[in-house]
């Protein structure tokens, strides 16, 4: 079974960073994508990027692109999500998710088998 634990969430002003973590138990950690999605209240759960099994591609929804950067340590089993600028609109839980299919950094979350419980992230203005 895939655990992934997600850490780094708090409250920020906005205009401030955080960075999320996502650590995965899975051995075959290092063969799936990764994504980010988050869900804010009242609203649907979202995408927000993914990246690739060895980090060369990535993928970025346009709300963030610019401001947010996904990357990963495979020796640590870790993705992470380095956030700047952020807007009170950010304003959501957010997860991690992994796919077998390293190279697909879908949007989509039915293709992606395993997900975290997720971290909230606040930005107050």
């Known amino acids: 079974q895939v655990q992934l634990v997600e850490s780094g969430g708090g409250l920020v002003q906005a205009g401030g960073s955080l960075r999320l973590s996502c650590a995965c138990s899975?051995?075959?950690?290092?063969?799936?994508?990764m994504a980010w999605f988050r869900q804010a209240p009242g609203k649907e759960r979202e995408f927000v990027t993914a990246?690739?099994?060895?980090?060369?591609?990535?993928n970025y929804a346009d709300s963030v692109k610019g401001r947010f950067t996904i990357s990963r340590d495979n020796a640590k089993n870790t993705v992470y999500l380095q956030m700047t600028s952020l807007k009170p609109e950010d304003t959501a839980v957010y997860y991690c998710?992994?796919?077998?299919?390293?190279?697909?950094?879908?949007?989509?979350?039915?293709?992606?088998?395993?997900w975290g419980q997720g971290t909230q992230v606040t930005v107050s203005s």
């Open positions: 899975a051995r075959t950690f290092s063969n799936s994508a």
């Open positions: 990246i690739s099994r060895s980090g060369g591609r990535t």
């Open positions: 998710a992994s796919n077998s299919q390293g190279l697909l950094v879908s949007p989509w979350q039915s293709d992606y088998e395993y």
